[in-house]
């Protein structure tokens, strides 16, 4: 990449534009991005093939979108809002172990339900997980700080005497790990879960499973009466 990442300020205006016109060209462009980014990955993806798939040409696309890298930074962004949005109605101090076993079987039915039904998703941040640091760190923390550090204080307060605070980035990894590699549509993987999640009988069990395992790793003991 040549030269630093700018417009951090300018994607969080640019992302308010998308909320409030989510038809737009801005979006559609955002929407393509996120297709793109997620087949081929940063270096892979290219703005032409971006706005091809957008059905824009070049200009347009620059025209609102600065870059490729403000377009996947505000991707990043608005992927880990719409998680926080989904989440802040379910998540909420437990009161007892069974407020907490509640809690965490509707927080996480609800994030695995929003990965399944956005399958781009969980194959970008895969690949985000896997690729050398494309954008300048700072301007990702910028990003997507904010949301994880939200994401960070609700673990902490599901287990402040099971989980260490040095664990807690350990578990949110182990996690999202599990939760990425169950839906990524290949072979190896749909050996080893019986099938694709797409399927609703393994997705349903999938989805048991993931949730058992936060469970297990956070000490809720979710067989107690």
């Known amino acids: ?31 393509a991005a996120q297709e793109v980014f997620a087949a081929k990955g940063f270096e892979g993806a290219s703005t032409r093939e971006i706005a091809a798939r957008a059905e824009v040409n070049i200009s347009s696309l620059h025209y609102h979108w600065e870059s490729k890298e403000t377009l996947y930074l505000a991707i990043f962004e608005r992927i880990f809002q719409q ?16 407020d907490a076993r509640a809690v965490i079987e509707r927080a996480m039915g609800v994030t695995f339900d929003f990965y399944i039904e956005n399958p781009t998703i969980p194959k970008l941040l895969m690949r985000r997980m896997m690729e050398t640091e494309p954008v300048e760190k700072s301007a990702m923390r910028e990003s997507v700080g904010p949301a994880l550090k939200v994401f960070s204080d609700w673990v902490r307060s599901f287990a402040p005497d099971r989980l260490p605070e040095k664990d807690v980035s350990f578990f949110m990894l182990a996690v999202q790990s599990v939760l990425f590699m169950s839906m990524l549509e290949s072979p190896f993987v749909e050996g080893l879960l ?22 297990t790793l956070l000490g809720v003991d979710s067989h107690r009466s």
Not at 83 to 98: C, N, Q, R
Not at 194 to 215: C, M, S, Y
């Open 1 to 31: 990449m040549s030269g630093p990442v700018r417009p951090v300020v300018s994607v969080k205006s640019a992302l308010d534009k998308v909320r409030e016109a989510p038809g737009s060209t801005k979006a559609r462009i955002l929407d």
């Open 83 to 98: 998680l926080v949005d989904l989440l802040k109605g379910e998540v909420a101090t437990p009161k007892s172990e069974e």
């Open 194 to 215: 019986g099938g694709t999640v797409q399927d609703p009988g393994v997705r349903a069990r999938v989805r048991r499973q993931v949730i058992q395992l936060v469970l």
